[in-house]
């Protein structure tokens, strides 16, 4: 399995070299980017390897991707708050002017960071709004599942960080456009639609399904394909316990 899945790692760098993503290696390779995180480790690793092994280790990572890494590893030892441009330029190993000539000051770094990392874009395209409630249901959770196992480190700073901090990241987020606000949205579009009953608000269905998904990634350590696939299905029953007949 680690073999296929380096060869396809090979076949995306060759095909879109440092812009390669963790979600190229899972679609040629047929499994999803947990997976692919499990076995290989992160982006940045795995860029790495195959960069020295091609003689192009410029192409590692690109100028954006080492400031955007750069901004969490600073903000993974100080909070986001706190992460000075200085810090952020040392640990992207980026002159500050860099910066500031891509993205305009901290607050633009930061709400670019979020635009890059956040889900929200590949959640609009995933097959969410038509077929059965329990395949969307079950597409939704896998999807979180995968994306909360990757960016793990992100996902705790944003959401287990510091009270002020998290206000801080809130400030430049657009709030109705959130994951919380997706998942809010989707198990209200089912209440409404009948396929689900009403006893739950749909917010806290979603605080539900977040949190369980969180002590499940973040909280813990790498899990194995069988195991992710177990858990997720598991979660995905609590849940549809809520829905009303077949739900499809």
Same mark, same amino acid.
């Given at each position: 399995m680690?073999?296929?899945?380096y060869?396809?790692?090979?076949? =995306?760098? *060759?095909?879109?070299?440092?812009?390669? &993503?963790?979600? +190229? #290696? !899972?679609?040629i390779a047929g /499994?999803?980017r947990a $997976?692919?995180?499990?076995k290989?480790?992160?982006k940045a690793?795995i860029?790495?390897?195959?960069?020295?092994?091609?003689?192009?280790?410029?192409l590692?990572?690109?100028i954006?991707?080492r400031?955007?890494q750069?901004l969490l590893d600073t =903000?993974? *030892?100080?909070g986001?708050?706190?992460? &000075?441009?200085? +810090? #952020? !330029?040392?640990?992207?190993? /980026?002159?500050v002017? $860099?910066?500031?000539?891509?993205?305009?000051?901290?607050?633009?770094?930061?709400?670019?960071?979020?635009a890059?990392?956040?889900?929200?874009s590949?959640?609009m395209?995933?097959?969410?709004?038509?077929g059965?409630a329990?395949t969307q249901?079950r597409?939704?959770?896998?999807?979180?599942?995968?994306?909360?196992?990757?960016?793990r480190?992100?996902?705790r700073?944003?959401?287990?960080?510091?009270?002020e901090?998290?206000?801080?990241?809130?400030a430049?987020r657009?709030?109705d456009t959130?994951t919380?606000?997706?998942?809010?949205?989707?198990?209200?579009?089912q209440q409404?639609a009948?396929t689900?009953?009403k006893t739950?608000?749909?917010?806290?269905l979603?605080?539900n399904?977040?949190?369980m998904?969180?002590?499940?990634?973040?909280l813990a350590?790498?899990?194995?394909t069988?195991?992710?696939?177990s858990?997720?299905?598991g979660?995905?029953?609590?849940?549809e316990t809520?829905?009303?007949?077949?739900a499809?």
């Amino acid at each position: 399995m680690t073999q296929s899945l380096y060869d396809a790692a090979q076949q =995306a760098f *060759r095909a879109r070299g440092g812009k390669m &993503t963790m979600g +190229d #290696i !899972a679609d040629i390779a047929g /499994v999803s980017r947990a $997976t692919v995180y499990q076995k290989l480790g992160g982006k940045a690793e795995i860029l790495k390897r195959l960069a020295a092994e091609h003689g192009q280790p410029e192409l590692a990572q690109d100028i954006d991707d080492r400031i955007l890494q750069g901004l969490l590893d600073t =903000a993974d *030892r100080h909070g986001f708050r706190a992460a &000075t441009i200085d +810090d #952020i !330029a040392t640990a992207a190993g /980026v002159g500050v002017a $860099t910066i500031y000539r891509r993205f305009g000051d901290k607050e633009g770094l930061i709400r670019a960071f979020i635009a890059s990392r956040a889900p929200v874009s590949q959640m609009m395209s995933l097959p969410i709004g038509t077929g059965p409630a329990r395949t969307q249901l079950r597409v939704l959770i896998q999807f979180l599942f995968d994306y909360m196992s990757e960016h793990r480190a992100l996902v705790r700073l944003v959401h287990s960080g510091s009270a002020e901090d998290r206000s801080y990241v809130q400030a430049l987020r657009d709030a109705d456009t959130s994951t919380f606000a997706r998942i809010t949205a989707f198990f209200r579009v089912q209440q409404a639609a009948g396929t689900m009953a009403k006893t739950i608000p749909p917010e806290d269905l979603a605080t539900n399904l977040f949190g369980m998904l969180y002590g499940h990634t973040v909280l813990a350590d790498g899990r194995k394909t069988t195991e992710a696939e177990s858990i997720c299905k598991g979660i995905a029953q609590m849940f549809e316990t809520q829905m009303i007949g077949d739900a499809t």
